[in-house]
Nanobody, 122 residues
Framework: QVQLVESGGGVVQPGGSLRLSCAASGSILVIYGMNWYRQAPGKQRELVATITNSGSTSYADSVKGRFTISRDNAKNTVYLQMNSLKPEDTAVYYC????????????????WGQGTQVTVSS
């Protein structure tokens, strides 16, 4: 059974930093793309950052220059380093990964973490 578990959320002042982590566990053969999404109250869920299994990254315009996505394939973990945080970054952050499980007749599918709250407030 494949699971994604997020950690690192919390409360931080504007201008501060947080690093989110998301570790995938279970019977995994291949992890392809890994992503971070966020959803603020009253708003739609949005894609924040993406990293491929070859290391290529992309970001939402609102976080470019402030956030950095990275991955450690040996640990099956994706990170989101968030710097210069703003109140508008307040949201529940979700990790997502496209995974081929190590099972007979396994198929690629998206897995989701449970979400972690990030609150930016003075």
């Amino acid at each position: 059974q494949v699971q994604l578990v997020e950690s690192g959320g919390g409360v931080v002042q504007p201008g501060g930093s947080l690093r989110l982590s998301c570790a995938a566990s279970g019977s995994i053969l291949v992890i392809y793309g890994m992503n971070w999404y966020r959803q603020a109250p009253g708003k739609q869920r949005e894609l924040v950052a993406t990293i491929t299994n070859s290391g290529s990254t992309s970001y939402a315009d609102s976080v470019k220059g402030r956030f950095t996505i990275s991955r450690d394939n040996a640990k099956n973990t994706v990170y989101l380093q968030m710097n210069s945080l703003k109140p508008e970054d307040t949201a529940v952050y979700y990790c997502n990964a496209n995974i081929l499980p190590r099972v007979v007749a396994g198929e690629r599918r998206d897995y989701w973490g449970q979400g972690t709250q990030v609150t930016v407030s003075s």
